[in-house]
């Protein structure tokens, strides 16, 4: 029998990491729908179909704004030395990719804006009429609103990449130690924010627009997992033996009935049977992908700081 | 005993410092600079080196007290003192939480309420001493000054040591004795005509192959011995550990014999049997210096190998090819003689034993094997004699254990306060031990001191023995004070300080300020002719041609190393009854007892018990560490080691606490189980020292399990008073 | 330019702890957190048993992924010896470095700031050997220079076997054990 013991016991760190607690996985699981609402948006503005997705373009930036600045103030929340924040933005450390994150993150609120310029709110439309000058000026360029799309995309993009990178590129945790890590994070922020629209938006025909291209990622998803796990598990032992603690260790109770069932299947299946008519659109099911993303992060941060790479030994 | 180590003791200790100061180089220590400015009376800023000597355990290690601005900072070795040569063990290095501790008894206090009921009311040293002086005259004059007993660990006992003699009584003691190393030097008296002694006189550092026989160095951090014992190591010397448990030293071991507990004494015959047999033992030494050796030949040819498999459970072929491997390097092979060796009531004859398998390597006095310890002579204070105590020590009436010399046995001294045999004692004096841990069955020491007119106990912290006492002397901690000098038989002479190094943070005062105050209000002034402790140490330095200023800037003299070996072929002297090293000893055939040791089987352990065995913690002394925050911080709970396969057996994980309980009832405390590979299954195994039941000492409260509350039957050693200990049974107290 | 390491005797170090103690005195770490720590390792079936016992600390790696993962820098390479140190002052305690450390060298001060072993620079660019080192009783640590061929640690890494630890999650640790 093999028998390890040490004399270690770091606060946080014995006898199992758990350094991050609710904040990160909030963190990355905003960042995710922000990530997912940019590249919606951008897409629809892109391709110049904002009449008709009226949530998507106008509704998701605001909407992005506040998600954006909530994850902000919960990885705020998380930093142990709070006094210390503006250290992020006195250097740009090109290998971290938490440095990459706050830049980007910064980056995002003026597209945001720009975004948001496209219909603004009323009370700063009154208070500033120099504004709707500018709305006027958009809208008279198609192809200015064509460029916030793309902009929008590309930063969804990085914003959605970055938050699986973050993890990913600490290569001491097997589980995260997966190339696609960013791809999982991505269409999930994509299902997530697919889904939100699909609650909110007033009108059918994007509501159903949505819930189409939502079971569409959430497909998409059922394979990025498929995928990130069977990377894990062909890959060297402690990365197998990370991903058996999804499938049937510590976190696989939750990670099958909140990932897979509540987040995935059973919304689908709802979803697949809303658009073909069988039965009427109901908010539960987005609101399950909703929290399957949430989950998701909960599980992929804590089985993470969890798996060891001394479990080879 | 006493009188040849003493003769032994007259002829080695011709040497001198002579030039001795000029050896010593202390580039390291700063000159003892003032810790307060004299002018300002501030905190002088910067680091500071105060040099003194350790006092978490007794090995007595030179070390060096830095204060960072004032304050206790870190202490470190003395690279100039050759027991610790600039190293100490973790216990010394954590040494300063003493000064630290939170837990530290702040003013003399004296009992409010019933004896153990731990209700006392806080005194002046004042009031504390005449209660103290009054009560001791009381006593001396019902019963004469024999009816007080000192019990003292440790040399800051030695002014109040004078003290009680001074007053009258030579009844003082210490469980370093009869629960420790009495059966060893015993054993080696009876044997070599000389003992061990502490510093053990064990060449570790030039064996080549070392037998350790429950020794269980690494976790028993005897600074100098596993210093030595790692030398050994990195010099490729062959390890050849025993011991049920599967020890951090069997982890060293090229052999490691996994022997079912009390049965040691088996396997030493059967190896002293393959030696014999085989003609593999050391010819010449005993041509030379056996006495016996015959007799011995003829009775060891019973105790083969395999024969002694039955016993021990070790294989014959490892018993053999063990037995070879030490022949191979003797004479510079040593089976470690050990140290705390009161396990199973027949410790003086494995000691025995141990010594006759040593003298079959012809390992005495000679390099790899036990050296010929030195010293310097420094002459004691001129001190007026002591008065003669017509009734004698009553610790042994009727010398009823015909060996014990040398110390007085504690546990003797407890049965004639219990039964008023030879004569009644009725106060007892505690200094540094802590009885209820220390001596086994607590009830018995419990009960006894329930019959005292007097106890007092001088400590540093509210122990379990505080709790019993009517006062309770709060003394200042090591760091704190000056204390006597040490001067100890070694490798060479040297005599080292101990010094304070910092201020005692409340009302704590040092032993020798207690005794000489005790003495004044006992009219015992004459003995104490010395102003204070200074004059007493700059006294004893300059009768040695040293002075106090000088050693307290050195922190350790060391004398010229003189010779430790014999040479090849020079005459030894055994300083026993036939001159000679005694296979077969006359002594203990007139005694009564076995002239060649013999093997008793030990009692089976009960089914579904296992025998309780204890040890060390590398960071822990006994039950005196357990509040300071450093050593605390690594360890604040033993653990029980209980077999895994057994454990599984009985559903117990890893981690899981439980309650063991004896063969006579008593339950422990809760304690956390060790489910391990690296134990017998007939056994468990625990630290010593957890499980302190003192309401007051509340950092300890009820942290781990108490093995001495558990050690209720105590098997005593015929030939000196001993307390075999490892003679209890437990099992899981299911109900808990 | 040096490249600063460690090499253990596991055959000589006997888990005692003493290391652990010096650092925090030497070093004022926290009460209740460790900068070293003593792993034992133990594996067969009573009584064939083999135990390794080391003592651990941070591998003041030369690919150090809590360096490369520092959003501020405050994780880097001091310039004497390749020695991983964080500045107090630029640290955020977003512990991201934790997360990425293979071997949880590291943790949180009570101040905010991530704090682990130093190697004891302070002591060392002043000629002395680390506290841990300095202290133990059983001489099994060395500290030294591993670029330089001539050293006590490179010599000793070229006679004995030896290993590091969790070497595949290619940090290259500076520390080895002899066994
Ligand atoms: N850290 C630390 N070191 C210390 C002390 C301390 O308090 N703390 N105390 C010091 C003192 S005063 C002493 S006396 C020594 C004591 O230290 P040792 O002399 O080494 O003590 P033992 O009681 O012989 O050792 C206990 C070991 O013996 C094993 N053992 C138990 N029963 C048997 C048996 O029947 N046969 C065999 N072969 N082995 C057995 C146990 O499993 C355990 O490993 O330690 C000294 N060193
Ligand atoms: N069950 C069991 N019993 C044993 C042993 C065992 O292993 N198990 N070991 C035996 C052995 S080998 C030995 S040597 C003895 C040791 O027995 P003891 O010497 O009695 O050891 P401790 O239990 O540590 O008690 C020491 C006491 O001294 C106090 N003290 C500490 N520092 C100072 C100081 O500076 N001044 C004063 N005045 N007091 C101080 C402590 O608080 C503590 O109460 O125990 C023996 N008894
Ligand atoms: S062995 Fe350790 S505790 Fe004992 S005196 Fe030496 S340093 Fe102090
Ligand atoms: S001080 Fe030395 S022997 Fe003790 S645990 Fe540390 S490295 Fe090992
Ligand atoms: S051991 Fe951990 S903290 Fe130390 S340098 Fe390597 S990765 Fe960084
Ligand atoms: S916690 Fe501090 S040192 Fe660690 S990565 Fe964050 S900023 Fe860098
Ligand atoms: S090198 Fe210094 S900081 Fe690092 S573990 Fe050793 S003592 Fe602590
Ligand atoms: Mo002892």
Known sequence: MQEITTTRHNHLIDPTLHVWGWEIPIYLFLGGM???MMLISGYFLFKGRHKETNCSCYYLPYMSMVLLSLGMLALFLDLEHKLYVWRLYTTFQITSAM????????????????????????????????????????????????????????FGAGIGLYTGVLLSSLGARPLWSSSILWLLFLVSGLSGAAAFVHVIAKNVYERELLAKA????????????????IGLKTATQVQSNAADMLLNGEFASSFWVFVIGIGIVIPLIIQLLAVNHKIHHTPIAPLMVILGGLILRFIIVAAGQYSHWFALN | MNSLSRRRFLKITGATFGAAVAVSSLSEVVKGAEKVEVKTGKKVKGIQKIPTYCDICFWKCGAIAYLKDGELWKIEGNPDDPLSEGRLCPRGTGGIGAHFDDSRLKAPLIRKGPRGSEEFVQVTWDEALNYIAEKMKKIKSDFGPEAMVLFSHGVGGNFLKHLMHAYGTPNDTAPSFAQCRGPREVGF???????????????????????????????????????????????????????????????????????????????????????????????????????????????????????????????????????????????????????????????????????????LMGNWGKKGGFYNPTSVNIPKYPYPAYPKSEKGAADNPNHKYPFAEGEKLSTGLREATLTEKPYPIKGWFVYGTNLTQALPNTQETINAIQKLDLMVVCDVVPSEIAGYAD??????????????????????????????????????KPNWWIAKKLADKLGLQEYFPWKDVEEYLDTRLRSAGLSLPQLKEKGVIRAPKGKIYFDEDEEIEFYTSTGKVEFYSHKLKDA???????????????????????????????????????????????????NYDIAKRMGIKNGDYIKLKNQDGIVSNKVKVKATERIRTDCVYMVHGFGQRSKMYRQTFNKGASDSQLITKYKMDPLMGGTGMNVNFVTIDWEA | MAR??????????????????????????????????????????????????????????TDAPCVSCCPTGA?????????????????????????????????????????????????????????????????????????????????????????????????????????
């Open chain 2, 471 to 508: 006062v309770v002397l709060p003394e200042s901690v090591y760091v704190e004070r000056y204390d006597d000098l040490n001067n100890p038989l070694f490798r060479e002479g040297f005599v080292s300080l101990r010094q304070p190094v910092v201020d005692s943070p409340n009302d704590q």
């Open chain 3, 75 to 179: 994780s880097h390479y001091h310039d004497v010896g390749g020695v991983v140190l964080v500045t107090h002052g630029e640290c955020i305690g977003c512990k991201a470095c934790i997360a990425s450390c293979p071997y949880d060298a590291r943790y949180v001060h009570p101040e905010g700031y991530v704090d682990k072993c130093t190697f004891c620079i302070h002591r060392v660019e002043n000629g002395k050997d680390p506290a841990c080192v300095s202290v133990c009783p059983t001489h099994c640590m060395y500290f030294g220079d591993l670029d330089d061929p001539s050293s006590k640690v490179s010599q000793l890494l070229k006679s004995r076997k030896n290993h590091s630890l969790i070497p595949e999650a290619g940090t290259k640790p500076n520390i080895y054990y002899l066994t």
């Open chain 2, 189 to 359: 008296e009876l044997t070599f005509g000389d003992v061990i002694g502490s510093p053990e006189r064990t060449d570790l550092r030039n064996s080549k192959c070392i037998v350790l026989i429950g020794s269980h160095l690494g976790e028993n951090m005897h600074n100098t011995q596993v210093q030595e014992f790692s030398e050994a190591i990195e010099k490729g010397a062959t390890i050849i550990t025993v011991d049920p448990r599967f020890s951090v030293a069997a982890g060293k071991a090229k052999y490691y014999l996994p022997i079912k507990p009390g049965t040691d004494m088996a396997l030493l015959l059967a190896w002293m049997n393959v030696l014999v047999t085989e003609e593999l033992y050391n010819k010449k030494f005993i041509e030379k210096y056996a006495y016996g050796f015959e007799q011995f030949q003829y009775e060891i040819a019973q105790y083969t190998p395999e024969w002694a498999y039955i016993e021990t459970t070790i294989d014959p072929e490892v018993i053999r090819e063990t037995a070879r491997e030490m022949a191979r390097y003797m004479p510079a092979t040593l089976i470690h003689p050990g140290r705390h060796t009161s396990w199973y009531g027949d410790d003086a004859q494995r000691s025995r034993a141990i010594a006759l398998l040593n003298a």
């Open chain 2, 592 to 642: 009564g007892f076995d002239p060649i040791p013999k093997y008793t089987k030990p009692e089976e352990p009960p089914a579904g018990y296992f025998r309780l065995l204890f040890g060390r913690s590398p960071v822990h002394t006994f039950s005196k560490t357990q509040s300071n925050r450093f050593l605390s911080g690594l360890m604040d709970e033993n653990e029980v080691w209980l």
């Open chain 1, 99 to 154: 440095s990459w994150g706050s830049w980007i993150l910064v980056l995002v609120y003026p597209i945001l804006m720009i975004n948001i310029l496209l219909r603004p709110p009323k009370i700063l439309e009154d208070k500033l009429p120099i504004i709707i000058e500018w709305k006027n000026k958009l809208h008279a360029n198609p192809i200015w609103i064509k460029n916030i799309g793309v902009i929008s995309m590309f």
């Open chain 1, 214 to 229: 939502d079971n569409a990622f959430l497909i998409i998803e059922l394979f990025v997992i498929a995928l990130f796990i």
């Open chain 1, 34 to 36: 922000v990530a997912g």
């Open chain 3, 4 to 61: 600063y390491g460690m090499v253990i005797d596991t055959k000589k170090c006997v888990g005692c702890q003493d290391c652990v103690i010096a650092c925090e005195a030497e070093n004022n770490v926290p009460e209740g957190f460790c900068r070293d720590w003593i792993t034992t390792e133990s594996s067969g079936k009573f009584p064939t048993i083999e135990m390794e016992i080391r003592t651990e600390r941070c591998n003041h790696c």
